[in-house]
């Protein structure tokens, strides 16, 4: 759900190095828990940690050799081929048939319909031992287009990249005896709500047990975020408003009420209080549902609406505003208005330790347009619902030479731009599950880290909510 607009996102990358939280607002208003995040990463030495952990190692060489082996030979291909055959969430058939064929034919044990999801599934490595479990999230939906379902966010490559890290690392432990095991976790539907594949499966215990989670998305840069709460697209809101009316003929209309002037209403109410709103707020809205005929006056109509803002204090009086802009709407047209709460995200957790490591791998392997700086705090997945209570990383080697949810970036996921940033996607995954797997002082300080700022959130909420007063509004005289 990633559109990101270049000018923005560099704004934001440039001005992240002193800022632990998104917004100017959420710094000034929680000052000491944004010290004590950024206190944590300086305790915790981790750029000494991270300068030993990158240091010449042969078994890691031998487990990035065997991901750019896994890469070029098959799946480099397979990535094309499902870029080619794009599904949309939640129908996501063939990819996952492709994904699970390759993960069984490398001693992975596959059990498909997770959680209720039919294209959801979870692949365990049928020869590991007690010790670390190593997750690796893929994704593999399709955006939902005016000309079809595309791949402009190259998740097409996501289920690939994810592949040759957890077989390279699998096979690793087994050669090699080190306890461990690694966990496969296919998520549909990224691109969708409801239901929030990830957010289901975590109700479901589907992710229960997992030690550190890898995940990678395509980016026209490479860059990793600070530490701290948020998510790459801002909290979101998925609202559904549905209008009904009366049917009239339309040269009789006052007979009937039209629904469809009622959504037409709450788009402009919505405009009319956008200056209102603080700089940050983002909604946007799709009509999904305008009537049948034009003679016939349109007696139901719906909009569907992604309300967004960095953090869920604020969001919830920008959701309830637009909620009220819907009734006044439904009032106005005599209309009725039905408010359907359908799905939400909210924020994750990133922690240094393991943003540092990413960073350090995505250079030393090569990745181009690298922003130096570190951007906004993001969960590794954008629901919020598993990166805020497992510890992970997200890795965004340069992909493309395009802004994501664009053509550009579709016709990139099958070029050089492409596949080089996938090889190193993959490359850079699989050396932070290795270190993690074999080094306990980097998951003490994992989890040290990550503990300690999930410590913190209450605290970060309770601070926010005094940094959105409602004006007083007098009632008129």
Avoid at 196 to 221: C, E, N, P, Q, Y
Avoid at 287 to 301: C, M, R, Y
């Amino acid at each position: 759900m990633r559109k990101i607009v270049i000018a923005t996102l560099a704004m934001l990358l440039l001005t992240g190095a002193c800022a632990a939280q998104e917004t100017e607002t959420e710094r000034q208003a929680a000052p000491d828990v944004v010290n004590q995040i950024q206190q944590l990463e300086h305790a915790l030495d981790v750029t000494s940690m991270v300068v030993k952990l990158t240091a010449p190692d042969k078994n890691r060489d031998e487990i990035v050799a065997r991901v750019k082996q896994l890469m070029q030979t098959d799946l480099l291909s397979m990535s094309d081929w499902i870029t080619q055959h794009p599904e949309i969430g939640f129908t996501e058939t063939q990819a996952v048939a492709k994904l699970t064929a390759y993960l069984q034919a490398h001693n992975f044990d596959v059990t498909s319909g997770v959680a209720g999801l039919s294209t959801a599934f979870v692949a365990k490595y049928r020869r590991g031992t007690p010790g670390p479990n190593l997750g690796v999230i893929v994704e593999y939906d399709a955006l939902r287009g005016t000309k079809g379902a595309f791949h402009g966010d190259q998740h097409s490559a996501q289920g690939p990249v994810g592949l040759a890290a957890a077989i390279a690392i699998s096979e690793f432990l087994t050669r090699t005896h080190t306890p461990g095991t690694v966990t496969v976790y296919g998520t549909p539907g990224e691109e969708m709500m409801p239901p929030d594949a990830k957010t289901v499966m975590w109700s479901a215990g589907v992710f229960k047990g997992a030690d550190v989670i890898v995940r990678s998305h395509s980016l026209m840069v490479t860059t990793r975020p600070a530490p701290g709460f948020g998510t790459c697209c801002m909290n979101i809101d998925g609202v559904k408003y549905t209008f009904s009316g009366a049917p009239a003929h339309e040269l009789t209309a006052w007979n009937g009420r039209n629904a469809l002037e009622a959504v037409i209403k709450l788009f402009d109410n919505i405009d009319s209080v956008r200056a209102n709103m603080r700089p940050e707020t983002r909604i946007e809205g799709t009509i999904t549902e305008g009537g049948a005929a034009p003679n016939v006056v349109p007696d139901k109509a719906s909009a569907d609406f992604f309300i967004r803002y960095p953090d869920s204090v604020y969001l919830d009086q920008i959701t309830a505003w637009v909620n009220d802009a819907a009734r006044a709407a439904a009032l106005a047209t005599g209309t009725k208005v039905k408010i359907d709460h359908y799905g939400s995200q909210r924020n994750g957790i990133s922690v240094a330790t393991l943003a540092e490591l990413d960073f350090a791998y995505m250079k030393q392997f090569g990745a181009t347009g690298i922003i130096p700086e570190p951007g906004k705090p993001e969960g590794y997945e954008e629901t919020g619902s598993v990166s805020s209570q497992i510890p992970g990383i997200e890795v965004t080697a340069k992909s493309s030479n395009f802004s994501n949810h664009t053509y550009g970036m579709l016709a990139d996921a099958t070029t050089d731009v492409g596949h080089s940033g996938f090889v190193i996607d993959a490359e850079t995954e699989a050396a932070i599950l290795y270190d993690f797997a074999t080094h306990p002082e980097l998951r003490d300080a994992v989890k040290t880290e990550f503990s300690r700022i999930q410590s913190l959130f209450a605290e970060y909420q309770r601070d926010l909510q005094k940094a959105y007063p409602k004006p007083e509004v007098p009632e008129p005289k």
